[in-house]
């Protein structure tokens, strides 16, 4: 009887570390072809020149080059500022976990106006250069207002309100993507956006917050071609990325119909940027 049980106790600890052991390698395993994976890349980024950004975004959408409307200001400002750049889509999420960044001669950089103030130090570029203090100083309030403000309400809009559905038919998903992606985004964004106070309001008056930043929004524009006058300015940069996301990743919706029937100046904003910035835009959208 003794020996039945020593044997069965053998057997188990022999069941146990071997259950260990294939723990241990695959963890080691992991870990090893994460860093390799991580030297590979690095190696790629670091490839792509002296002075070449390295745009690191989300996959270009159906109808807008990017749901994110920080990767769209960054890419805007790129372009205005005449900087070359690449762009990678595999590791849209950055030092800080936030889409976008850039890697520039091997550096590293997060958060869209950071990397702006980097650019046009790096890069020399002033695109406020033909504004007066107040103006620059006046633009800076309404770029917040889009990208901590308006921002808010279209992301509670588009992953709560709206439940993912116009957001669906802006990106291309796998299948399995498409079944998981909308209630893991509503699920989350919704718990965000009430730590952020936004979602504790109720659709109707997240849509009445919403309606009076493009209000005031239009009201800055007013007849002018760009929030800097005759020509994009920094702010304009931000300001596109953000109501870019109403004129295009929002169709059908009364959100879209902010800028396209409410303060027509906006779209109209939208469509001047789009023409000038982004010639190459249908086969932008094509490339997704
Ligand atoms: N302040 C940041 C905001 C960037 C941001 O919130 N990006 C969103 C995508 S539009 C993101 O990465 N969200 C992921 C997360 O917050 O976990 C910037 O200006 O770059």
Redesign the pocket.
């Known amino acids: 009887m003794e020996a039945v049980v020593r044997t069965m106790t053998d057997g188990w600890r022999g069941r146990a570390s071997a259950v260990v052991s294939a723990v241990v390698v695959l963890y080691v395993g992991r870990k090893i072809m994460k860093a390799r994976k991580k030297t590979k890349q690095r190696k790629a980024w670091d490839s792509v020149g002296h002075n070449v950004v390295l745009l690191h975004q989300?996959r270009r959408g159906k109808f807008c080059p990017n749901?994110?409307?920080?990767?769209l200001?960054v890419e805007t400002f790129l372009r205005l500022a005449n900087v070359k750049y690449e762009v990678d889509t595999e590791s849209?999420?950055g030092p800080k976990?936030?889409?976008?960044w850039i890697t520039l001669n091997g550096e590293d950089l997060?958060?869209?106006?950071f990397?702006l103030e980097r650019l046009a130090s790096e890069f020399d570029v002033d695109l406020d250069s033909h504004l007066d203090p107040q103006k620059v100083a006046t633009l800076e309030a309404v770029r917040v207002l889009a990208?901590e403000h308006l921002?808010w309400c279209v992301?509670t809009w588009r992953y709560w309100i709206d439940g993912c559905e116009s957001f669906m038919k802006s990106q291309s998903f796998s299948p399995i993507m498409s079944l998981f992606f909308p209630p893991f985004m509503k699920r989350g964004i919704r718990s965000r956006a009430r730590e952020h106070g936004i979602g504790k309001h109720t659709p109707e008056e997240i849509y009445r917050i919403c309606k009076k930043a493009c209000s005031t929004l239009s009201g800055v524009l007013g007849e002018s071609p760009f929030f800097g006058g005759e020509r994009p300015s920094s702010a304009d940069c931000g300001i596109f990325g953000q109501l870019a996301q109403l004129r295009w990743n929002a169709p059908g919706s009364k959100y879209e119909a902010l800028v396209t029937e409410m303060y027509p100046n906006l779209s109209a904003f939208c469509d001047r940027m789009k023409t000038r910035i982004y010639p190459d835009w249908n086969e932008l959208l094509k490339s997704n």
Do not use: H, T, V, W
């Open positions: 989300f749901l994110s409307p920080f990767a200001k849209p999420f976990g936030k889409c976008p997060g958060d869209s106006e990397i990208d921002f992301i």
